[in-house]
Nanobody
């Protein structure tokens, strides 16, 4: 069955770094655009970063541009989010999303907390 499993979340100090991973299985990963979203309680889920199926094109929310990097390894069916210079406002549950046409898959989320 389809699975997206995020890992790498945790507690990090402001200015620090964290790398999230999302391991995919059960579908043809290389066909799918991959996204990272985040959500805090009481707010809508926010699109953070996108990478095309080939990995050639990426896009970022203004709030993370220059600090976060999305990448993928189609041989390992994995997408990553490198988070540098993190800020307290980056605290959220981060979700991995796979999209191909009208088909959407979601992971269960991983908590990232930025605090001293």
């Amino acid at each position: 069955q389809v699975q997206l499993v995020e890992s790498g979340g945790g507690l990090v100090q402001p200015g620090g770094s964290l790398r999230l991973s999302c391991a995919a299985s059960g579908f043809t990963f290389s066909r799918y655009v991959m996204n990272w979203y985040r959500q805090v309680p009481g707010k809508e889920r926010e699109l953070v970063a996108t990478i095309t199926n080939s990995g050639r094109t990426t896009n970022y929310a203004d709030s993370v541009k220059g600090r976060f990097t999305i990448s993928r390894d189609n041989a390992k069916n994995t997408v990553y989010l490198q988070m540098n210079s993190v800020k307290p406002e980056d605290t959220a549950v981060y979700y991995c999303n796979a999209r191909w046409g009208s088909t959407n898959y979601w992971g269960q989320g991983t908590q990232v907390t930025v605090s001293s």
